[in-house]
Nanobody
Framework: QVRLVESGGGLVQAGDSLRLSCAVS????????MGWFRQAPGRGRDFVAG????????YYADSVQGRFAISRDNAKNLVYLQMNSLKPEDTAVYYC?????????????????WGQGTQVTVSS
């Protein structure tokens, strides 16, 4: 019943921007911390960004700090990832995730629910 559905991925050139969305259903999103992870070909799934319940704290991987911004709209059950100054190394499948607990926000094991992912491809 709980579903997280990502959208907004696509093919862009280096330096371009994309905004990913995550639509959440089946739970009250305001009770969950939210995160974005990504998995590039031949690599594991890595933390990208996280946001606390009210959106007052945001956390980022060093590789995206200053370029990406996570935000949330609890009333609409939506989470966003604004991606600017995209680089070819940002190419990956991007996953939205939700955690009801207090585990470390950067750890995959902290998350209860996951979306199916959306492909982002950045060409040089």
């Amino acid at each position: 019943q709980v579903r997280l559905v990502e959208s907004g991925g696509g093919l862009v050139q280096a330096g371009d921007s994309l905004r990913l969305s995550c639509a959440v259903s089946g739970l009250a999103m305001g009770n969950y911390r939210m995160g974005w992870f990504r998995q590039a070909p031949g690599r594991g799934r890595d933390f990208v960004a996280g946001i606390n319940w009210a959106g007052s704290y945001q956390y980022y991987a060093d590789s995206v700090q200053g370029r990406f911004a996570i935000s949330r709209d609890n009333a609409k059950n939506l989470v966003y990832l604004q991606m600017n100054s995209l680089k070819p190394e940002d190419t990956a499948v991007y996953y939205c995730a939700a955690t009801s607990g207090l585990g470390h926000i950067k750890r995959m094991a902290s998350y209860n629910f996951w979306g199916q992912g959306t492909q982002v491809t950045v060409s040089s």
